[in-house]
């Protein structure tokens, strides 16, 4: 089995350590067999090169790459929105999440569009509002999922769309209603960063199988892995929060 990775804006869309989403989903994919393509999608690529994604990955930035990345991005929405609609995993994180919302209200009030691809939008409440930042677990179904946020904006879902996940401890969304991402179709907007997936096993697999499926139109079941030392990760966050897992 094959798998085509493409990895949004790498140069430019990787601040937060977000990288290491894309080892992990290579590794996990490999010890499985299953290969995984690794298609880097830049400033200069065209369009086209993102029609046959199995998976869309792209982490979050600084202001100036955001704003270079934004720009670029409005000229592949049509494309980036099919692949979506039609239910090709994507994990946006951060500054991309927030991109496929319907816009961004700055701190000084202009207000940036997005490209309305999740029904949502952001706004950040001025440089005087603390931001949401620091460790941070959820409740992802039946799953634990812990990482890190760090945004100003804050996010508001919309009717169309439901949350990725609950906040059990952090502020996720808005730091308001105990709201974290978006999940849409088979897509997850998230500001957990770490990044997301060596600590949380299950929702890279979720991403391996879920692609697996879309491509081949058939339940693919993936052996399972020890994950020992991403439990171990997680147990230090648990202890480090005093909560439970």
């Given at each position: 089995m094959r798998l085509k990775l493409t990895w949004m804006y790498p140069d430019l869309m990787s601040t937060?350590?977000?990288?290491?989403?894309?080892?992990v989903l290579t590794r996990?994919?490999?010890?499985?067999?299953?290969?995984?393509?690794l298609s880097p999608?830049?400033?200069e690529s065209d369009s086209s090169t993102l029609i046959d994604s199995d998976i869309i990955l792209m982490g979050g930035a600084q202001d100036r790459q955001q704003k270079l990345v934004s720009d670029n991005l409005q000229k592949k929405a049509k494309t980036l929105k099919k692949l979506?609609?039609?239910g090709t995993p994507g994990l946006f994180i951060c500054g991309a999440y927030q991109f496929l919302g319907?816009?961004?209200?700055?701190?000084?009030?202009?207000?940036?569009?997005?490209?309305?691809?999740?029904?949502?939008?952001?706004?950040?409440?001025?440089?005087?509002?603390?931001?949401?930042?620091g460790n941070i677990v959820t409740r992802w179904g039946n799953k634990t999922l812990v990482g890190f946020e760090n945004h100003?904006?804050?996010?508001?879902?919309?009717?169309?769309?439901?949350?990725?996940?609950?906040?059990?401890?952090?502020?996720?969304?808005?730091?308001?209603?105990g709201t974290e991402g978006v999940f849409y179709k088979n897509s997850i907007g998230t500001y957990l960063h770490g990044p997301i997936l060596p600590k949380n096993p299950d929702?890279?697999?979720?991403?391996?199988?879920?692609?697996?499926?879309?491509k081949y139109q058939k339940?693919?079941?993936?052996s399972p892995l020890p994950d020992v030392l991403e439990q171990e990760a997680r147990n230090i966050m648990f202890r480090r929060l005093n909560i439970g897992n």
């Open positions: 937060y350590g977000d990288r290491g989403n894309i080892q996990r994919a490999m010890w499985r067999d299953v290969e995984m393509v999608h830049t400033l979506i609609d039609g319907n816009y961004y209200r700055a701190a000084d009030g202009t207000t940036i569009p997005g490209l309305e691809i999740f029904d949502l939008h952001t706004i950040h409440p001025g440089d005087q509002e603390k931001r949401i930042i100003g904006g804050r996010t508001y879902l919309g009717k169309n769309v439901e949350p990725f996940a609950q906040v059990v401890k952090g502020g996720g969304n808005n730091g308001e209603d929702l890279a697999d979720w991403i391996l199988a879920t692609a697996l499926k879309v339940e693919i079941r993936l």
